[in-house]
């Protein structure tokens, strides 16, 4: 599998409880927080719920 690059777009002040805990889990915090994630089905779940929330990009893998 590949890895996703995931970036906090929008603030959680005021959002479901339910989209604050998947953006946590995916380790931002603030707006501008940007990580790179193993792409599996949790990372995949977490995403789904909090879609309107974050950016995704595909990551190349440069090890080949």
């Given at each position: 599998m590949g890895k996703l690059r995931v970036r906090?777009?929008?603030?959680?002040?005021?959002?479901?409880?339910?989209?604050?805990?998947?953006?946590?889990?995916?380790?931002?915090?603030k707006v501008g927080d940007e990580r790179v994630l193993e792409d599996n089905p949790m990372v995949r779940g977490n995403i789904r719920v909090a879609h309107y929330l974050v950016e995704v990009e595909e990551v190349k893998d440069e090890t080949a």
């Open positions: 906090l777009v929008r603030g959680l002040a005021g959002k479901p409880e339910k989209h604050i805990k998947a953006v946590k889990s995916l380790g931002l915090r």
